[in-house]
């Protein structure tokens, strides 16, 4: 099955080390330094969003050039194939997957932008003068080092980030029947003395 | 690739890490298992280290000696010698002139150490003769300093930051630590999950909000007013510790009779909330078998800001709610080693251990161990460093020695501000990077940077910890101890410390509460929490035992005040109030973050001005749109962020950002009780632009100016000065 990260909201702090651990092991990797997945706050939730790995992936069935790519691990992108076309972009379900490029105006620190846009212009249409880009999706960390695992697991402060693979979610779906048989039994007004093993 | 133990930088949780170094260069920093930290780290501390290596990414690191010889010059680049000798002579000769409480002084609670600051203040004390030394918690927490010194005796935190999360009930006040000390709300996150109940009362619904069992959206400016009604339910239902107040407190009548008057109807309207929350949250608060009431600069930084304090001291204490390990007081300190500033005496009334100035049995303490003559150390309380704006125009302070702090960033009305450094007969900096302050400077003295130091911080809960150098000193950089004691020699008070070590052990000879804390006991993750009296002791986590206070005859003074509303209310040309908020992923003036390549690229200029929905769509805004800010300081361009968790009336302004800068709107009006700035309530006024593509383009423009201006300052030192260049 198709491994991918999931959160627990309720210990989400929105703080975005998650971010930042993404962002430095990809740059460090040679990789874009564009953080792979995205904090999302809504009034009642904030969650980081990250890719499913999806089974029927439509970002790797639209892609025009095969740069996106299964993996035993996860879903790919070639970042030197990758033509910027934003087609992966647009049919992704979770948004989580946009494009991103190196600006040459931040070479050596000295940044002068010359913004063509407002902000918040879509990513999607969003460009800025000789800048290309590419697509840039969460890799699981596979890509550049694949016995560590995704960083933004490991580095998230409240552990609210879990990677999701075939044990786990087996784990996790024995835990929710289990909830769901107790909570059957309390609605079906039985009571129990027996202690949580 | 090495490893080289260290505390972060950026916050007062004292998170203990690693910092990893390849060729001299740090290439990056891991957690490791520190009392508070526990191996984890947040974003700063992840990816907040590559500024030692001068990444140049906001403003270039200082790495020579520099001095302005005429007001208004160009700085040129001179040997150590010259600059230390100019200095001397300078302030020598204001000393003369103006007497010695014309120079002041602040330390730095940033990456510089106890021991910086140590010496620091006895240059000050012992050497200038003044007392007129302060650091940034007077912007800061100082409120909680004053205000629990004068009811319960410490001005501290009186649990630890681990005993949180073993709490039955967290009740946070105008704080939220998932945006100030991510690795504190994960104490809390793991308090709910062990069920403890958990209660926000706040204008924004942070995020702790989000897990909180009971929220109460406030107005902005009502702390006090709530406050006494909370504490009024407690009274009027019963709630209260009769034994308690009784064998523990004084002057419960007196109290009463002000919070007699403070029901939750009185004050509903000035609170906008629900009076019957007020109730809820007071009953849970005062039942719960253990609870912590934790605040920050909302209470701080308000004109009532040592009131508060007060109250929420007298709540803990009529409710007996203080002095177990998992009820108690939590004001969590802002920057890593603000504690540490305060522990040192970098506080105008303070010598290092808390020991009053006024006190001459103290000074005589102080005096013999620094080989002064009877009588050498001054008496009475220096300046506040709110002080030095007016202090300057009344031309009672001369001469300004800035120690690691980036005041034309962080303090209110950056305008007047300025007018004030540049006004002043000789101002002195000595940091690591060329910030606004330093570029004003007649004197740059380049300090090393943490990681290239050794020392001890003071975690927000007292926690001595030790950090380690992990690469040598850039350029000429000296550790800043050296350079005070260099100073200090030429100016007739010759000091020859070592090492830190040499230091740190005069200071625990000299603040008993602080002897235990040896450098052997801090090595590795080790750490000391005071009071660490004796060398057996491991450290006092809990303050107040048993009721037994740090007051003379061992009580809590129980205090009460009348609520008065904010200095300046919106009114019709600025009908919303603007808060001043912090950034997650930056810290203090943003002069180190900044320069760090993730954080940088996650979060830059010009921040974001939240604002309501609805208060956006009156004034014809869109999420992300460049928007005016204005106030009756000044007007700054910032991007706006539709943020339906806040409340309508009120804007919030992160303090890191130099073009979207805040500072430049806030006023002027600090608590008098502490000298506190009113940071989180003024009025001001947002306009939509209608181009933002200039918009775009203009901001863009601002910060390359600003970038490429403190270049240029910084640029002469790349210049090796005539002298030394020909006797070569």
Known sequence: MNTFIAIEPDRCIGCGTCLAACSHGHRVAGLQAEPRLALTFAPQVTAAVTCHQCEGAPCLAVCPVDAIMRTDEAVVVNEQACIGCKLCAIVCPFGAIHPAGTSTAGVAGIAFETPSQPRGTSPLLAWSIGVYTCAVKCDLCSTYDPEGGPHCVRACPTNALFVRDATTLGDARKDKMKAAATANQIMMGRSTNLKEA | ?728
């Open chain 2, 1 to 728: 690739m090495e490893k080289h133990m260290a505390v972060c930088p950026y916050c007062g949780a004292g998170c203990k890490l690693n910092l990893l170094v390849d060729d001299g260069m740090v290439i990056g920093a891991e957690g490791i298992d520190g009392v508070t930290n526990e191996g984890e780290l947040c974003l700063k501390g992840l990816s907040g280290f590559d500024f030692i290596n001068d990444t140049k990414i906001l403003t270039p690191r200082i790495l020579h000696p520099m001095i302005r010889r005429e007001k208004g010059g160009e700085l040129e680049r001179v040997t150590w010698d010259e600059a230390l000798d100019f200095t001397a002579q300078r302030l020598t000769e204001i000393k003369e002139k103006y007497g010695p409480d014309a120079i002041m002084l602040t330390g730095s609670s940033r990456g510089p150490g106890n021991e910086a600051n140590f010496v620091m203040q006895k240059f000050t004390r012992a050497c200038i003769g003044t007392n007129n030394i302060d650091n940034c918690a007077r912007t800061c927490h100082g409120p909680s300093v004053i205000g629990l010194m004068d009811t319960v005796g410490s001005g501290a935190m009186s649990v630890s930051i681990p005993n949180l999360e073993n709490a039955d009930l967290i009740m946070l006040f105008g704080y939220n630590p998932s945006a100030s000390h991510p690795i504190v709300a994960r104490r809390i996150v793991k308090a709910k999950e062990k069920g403890a109940k958990i209660i926000v009362v706040d204008p924004r619904s942070i995020e702790t909000a989000r897990i909180a069992d009971l929220y109460i959206q406030i107005k902005n400016g009502c702390n006090l007013a709530f406050m006494n009604a909370f504490a009024n339910v407690i009274v009027s239902e019963n709630m209260h510790d009769k034994a308690f107040i009784d064998a523990h407190t004084n002057g419960f009548d007196a109290w009463w009779e002000t919070i007699k008057n403070y029901t939750p109807e009185s004050v509903a309207e000035v609170c906008g909330c629900d009076p019957d929350d007020i109730r809820k949250a007071a009953r849970m608060y005062a039942t719960a078998p253990n609870s912590v009431i934790g605040w920050g600069m909302g209470v701080t930084q308000q004109r009532q800001g040592v009131k508060v304090v007060h109250t929420i001291a007298a709540i803990a204490c009529v409710a007996n709610q203080i002095g177990r390990d998992n009820a108690g007081l939590a004001p969590v300190r802002g920057q890593n080693n603000v504690q540490g500033s305060c522990d040192m005496g970098m506080w105008p009334s303070l010598l290092p251990g808390y020991q009053k100035v006024e006190n001459p049995e103290m000074r005589a303490k102080f005096e013999k161990a620094w080989g002064l003559p009877a009588g050498a150390l001054p008496a009475e309380p220096g300046f506040k460093l709110t002080d030095l704006p007016h202090g300057v125009k009344e031309g009672k302070i001369r001469a300004f020695y800035n120690f690691g702090e980036d005041p034309l960033q962080t303090e209110p009305d950056s305008a007047d501000m300025k007018e004030t450094l540049e006004n002043l007969d000789l101002l002195i900096s000595q940091d690591i990077f060329m910030t606004q302050t330093t570029a004003l400077a007649d004197v740059v003295f380049p300090g090393t940077s943490w990681g290239e130091h050794d020392g001890v911080f003071s975690a927000s809960d007292r926690t001595f910890q030790r950090f380690t150098a992990a690469v040598p000193p850039k350029g000429e950089c000296k550790h800043d101890w050296q350079i005070f004691q260099e100073l200090s020699t030429r100016m007739g008070y010759p000091m020859h410390y070592e090492d830190t070590e040499e230091i740190w052990n005069e200071v625990r000879e000299l603040c008993p509460n602080f002897y235990g804390a040896t450098y052997e006991k801090m090595a590795g993750t080790g750490h000391a929490q005071w009071p660490v009296p004796t060398l057996e002791c491991p450290g006092t986590p809990t303050l107040y035992k048993n009721g037994q206070f740090n007051t003379a005859d061992k009580k809590a003074i129980l205090m009460a005040h009348d609520f008065v509303e904010p200095t300046e209310l919106p009114d019709d040309a600025y009908p919303l109030v603007l808060c001043t908020v912090r950034e997650v992923g930056h810290y203090s003036c943003r002069s180190m973050t900044g320069n760090c390549k993730v954080l940088s690229m996650l979060a830059d200029e010009p921040g974001y001005v939240h604002i309501n929905p609805a208060d956006a769509e009156a004034r014809n805004i869109r999420d992300e749109d460049l928007v005016w800010v204005s106030s009756r300081r000044g007007k700054v361009i910032t991007r706006a962020c539709l943020d339906e968790r806040i409340n309508k009336g009120a804007v919030y302004m992160t303090y890191q950002w130099w073009i979207g800068k805040c500072n430049d709107l806030t006023m002027h009006v600090t608590d008098p009780l502490s000298g506190t700035p009113e940071d989180k309530y003024s009025a001001c006024e947002v306009h939509s632009i209608d181009d933002q593509v200039w918009a775009e383009r203009h901001m863009q423009a601002l910060y390359s100016a600003l970038k490429d201006r403190l270049a240029a300052e910084a640029a002469p030192q790349n210049v090796a000065p005539a002298a030394e260049a020909s006797a070569e």
